[in-house]
């Protein structure tokens, strides 16, 4: 936790350490302080690279899109007129699967890891690997491999901050849609969106339980 500390410090001086629930002491399914702090700083860094993944696509998606067919059968990718969040809702359904197939391969590809802990192998992040491991999406091709080891934590120390920016500007975004004015610097940028953020494939399928449509009931609530 005093490592949590530190680094708290270096990323946001005028903030620090942040922890009000008391996660960085905790010690997750009886498991060690190591295995609790890996999960949470690689849970951090993931979602800070898929909010700012999703930030750039929400901004490029909203200016343009491929020129060439999106479907075998020549359907044309969504219209620009389209917010983000609308163009996804008129998918294919096939489409849609293919994305959530492949990011659940990557997740269970990251969740690989040797239980003999043999040098050159793959350490799990919960078991003393490095946090954003295996996928090396800072530097793929080693353009910087000879960087110095101060260069590189600064920099990383700025991935992570970019990363909470964008889970800040993607949820604004979204947030401006749903909620009309809630966002006062969005006004006029994003249009309303009566879909549910919540419910991805509401327009691919429902599941009726009791004789009620959950969508039926995600709405009455």
Known sequence: ????????????????????????????IGRSEEFTIGFLRHAEIKHGRVAMAAFVGYCVQSNYKFPWAMTLDGAPFPSLALSPPEQ????PF?????IILFIGFLEFYSEISSSKGQPGEFHHYCKGGIPGKPFNLYDPFNLHKNMS???????????????RL????????????????????????????????????????????????????????
């Open 1 to 28: 936790q005093a490592d949590l500390e530190d680094l708290a410090k270096k990323l946001n001086p005028v903030i620090g350490y942040f922890d009000p629930l008391g996660l960085g002491g905790s010690r997750f």
């Open 94 to 98: 096939a489409a849609k699967l293919q």
């Open 149 to 163: 080891k101060e260069s590189k934590e600064r920099r990383l120390r700025s991935e992570l901050n970019n990363g």
């Open 166 to 221: 964008a889970m800040f500007g993607i949820l604004g975004f979204l947030s401006a849609q749903k909620t009309p004015g809630s966002v006062p610097l969005l006004n006029g940028m994003v249009g309303p969106y009566t879909g549910e953020l919540m419910a991805p494939f509401q327009g691919d399928f429902d599941i009726v339980l009791g004789g009620q449509s959950m969508m039926e009931a995600w709405n009455l609530n």
């Open 88 to 91: 996804w809702d008129i998918l």
